[in-house]
């Protein structure tokens, strides 16, 4: 019987819920180039909050054993006796929306330098269509200097993790497998089902398990900017959105999307990967393509919507003081990838607002570094000209709102979130 030991790639929002989920059964080792992220974790602290304390200690191992447990480690020969590696880190876009392979490619020259004959690489990754096979193979063959499926072998497993959805865990998720060959496939479908409570569907190429991870966000982007233009549409009728959405959502196979700012680490970025891939082969994916320029605009208009009502009220927009609540990509997460709220902020900024950031859940030193931008975990006590709800965390549902608004300030709320009661104007 085959002796399993599973290395995990990086123990990110993807990587450690599911080494987590693996060390349950098999000895797992984590590794993360990030020195500071394994200390933490050997701690027992993940800061991104997908693995509370108790059950990340309930698992974690202070040594390496052929025991069931997780050991984090940055230490490259930590991972050299595993005879499993599952790539779980992050595929983003350049600031043109150009797929970026670069984590991909070192985390496949990592993996290279310590594979063995008949050792299994997972990835995990989203990525366009291809990539596995004609991307990061021709990486471990080259590293290694093993031949593809005749020394080793190669499977891809998209993930699904829906960051800070505590009911929709990994385990909870039907899992999409596929293998270089048959036999590869099996064993990897094999590995997931023994885990994944939900099940798992065993996908005939990798290519398909590929194409069908890169479309389901695809699908949810083209449909949120749908939304996204009707409220455009049902703003200048001065009929509200969510009351549209409401009535409509009735029917039975009315899909209940809701409009907003499309951002983070899948949805705002998946659908540029496919469209990549596409042009490669002389198709130019239009509507794709539209639903992302409407979902990436969303800021811009938002910023204009609030800066519209402000004058209404006769309230300079220049040096006036606004709030904006929330800076993360989602709700009671504190994951800021590719978050489409500082579009938002940077366009208030532009017209000559003082712009306060309160965020409950956001690392202020991550919003600072990733975008230049100040965010305070506690609110300031002061008055505003206007307050914009970007993002509906749970501690913004109970904020005394007559508190923080000057006698004279508008409410904009883009989640459709707060008491109407205190709302100007929703999305």
Known sequence: MEQIKIAIIGLGYVGLPLARLFATKYPVVGFDVNENRVSELKSGIDKTLEVDKETLQGVLVKEKSIENGL???????????????????????????????????????????????????????????????????????????????KDFFVGYSPERINPGDKKHTVDKILKVTSGSTKETGKKVDKLYASVISAGTHLAPTIKVAEAAKVIENSQRDINIAFVNELAKIFGLMDINTQDVLEAAGTKWNFLPFKPGLVGGHCIGVDPYYLAQKAQEYGYHPEIILAGRRVNDGMGKYVASEVAKLMIQKDIEVKAAEVLVLGITFKENCPDVRNTKAVDLIYELKDYGANVTIFDPHANSNEVEREYDLESKMILPSKEFDAIVLAVSHKEFQNLNFEKIKKEKSIVYDVKNFLNSEFVDKSL
């Open 71 to 149: 050991f984090c480690s940055s230490t490259i020969t930590d991972i050299v006796d595993c005879n499993y590696f599952v790539v779980t880190v992050p595929t983003p876009v350049d600031k043109n929306n150009r797929p970026v392979l670069t984590p991909l490619i070192k985390a496949s020259e990592t993996v290279g330098g310590v594979l063995k004959k008949g050792d299994v690489v997972i990835y995990e990754s989203t990525v366009y269509p291809g990539a596995t096979e004609e991307d990061c193979v021709p990486i471990l063959e080259k590293i290694s200097g093993f031949k593809f499926n």
